[in-house]
Structures are given as structure tokens and as C-alpha cells.
Nanobody, 127 residues
Framework: QVQLVESGGGDVQAGGSLRLSCAAS????????MAWFRQAPGKEREGVAF???????GYSESVKGRFTIDKDSAKNTLYLQMNSLKPEDTAMYYC?????????????????????WGQGTQVTVSS
């Protein structure tokens, strides 16, 4: 069974922090790559943070140095720690998994490469 369930979104003032969680099924947690994407109204969905099965991470330039992606294998859970939040970080945040069988790294940062998605959690940052 493939399952991704996000939580942790909310309203926060600029400069504040939030920690998003994504509870995954065991199969999904062992994906080649897991990621956080976001989509603001009227904009395309964009990848912000990626973590490979082997542990390497990558970030978009817009969040580098402020966001940290990590995962807990004991809980099959993916996290996104977001610090120094800005109003432009306001978006629906989605957890995603690339189930590329046999793969152990993030082969692409494009939405088309990710097979499964959560329902999203809203983050709103006010100035």
C-alpha cells in the first residue's frame, strides 16, 4: 500500500518556523527519492527539498539555508524543518515519492518523476 500523509502546516509570522511531517507506508518510505514540493495559487508546483534513499539531499535556491529535509526510519516519516519563513513561502506543501525500483538516488527534481503524492498541508506566512 502506498500512503503519504502530511501534517504540521499552519499560519506563522515572517521569521518564524514550522516543521512539516509526512507519514509514509514502509514501501513508500523506501523509495529511491522522497521530496517536498509546494504550489502557490496561480503558480506551478515546484520542488523545494529532496532526499535520496542513500541520504543525499538537495534544495531549491529559494529555500537553501533555511529549510532542512530529513527522515526517521524508525517512524517511516519524512520531515521538512522550515526556518526564517517569508511571505513568499506561502503555499500548499506536498510530500512525494519516486518509487524508481532499484534506484537509490534522486534522478530528477521534476514533478513527472514522482509517482505518489500526499494530499498537502497549507503553510501561510504573514508579514
Amino acid at each position: 500500500q502506498v500512503q503519504l500523509v502530511e501534517s504540521g502546516g499552519g499560519d506563522v509570522q515572517a521569521g518564524g518556523s514550522l516543521r512539516l511531517s509526512c507519514a509514509a507506508s514502509a514501501r513508500t518510505y523506501n523509495s529511491a527519492c522522497m521530496a517536498w514540493f509546494r504550489q502557490a495559487p496561480g503558480k506551478e508546483r515546484e520542488g523545494v527539498a529532496f532526499i535520496a534513499k542513500v541520504g543525499g539531499t538537495g534544495y531549491s535556491e529559494s529555500v537553501k539555508g533555511r529549510f532542512t529535509i530529513d527522515k526517521d526510519s524508525a517512524k517511516n516519516t519524512l520531515y521538512l524543518q522550515m526556518n526564517s519563513l517569508k511571505p513568499e513561502d506561502t503555499a500548499m506543501y506536498y510530500c512525494a515519492a519516486d518509487l524508481w525500483y532499484g534506484g537509490t538516488w534522486c534522478r530528477s527534481h521534476n514533478t513527472a518523476s514522482f509517482d505518489y503524492w500526499g494530499q498537502g498541508t497549507q503553510v501561510t506566512v504573514s508579514s
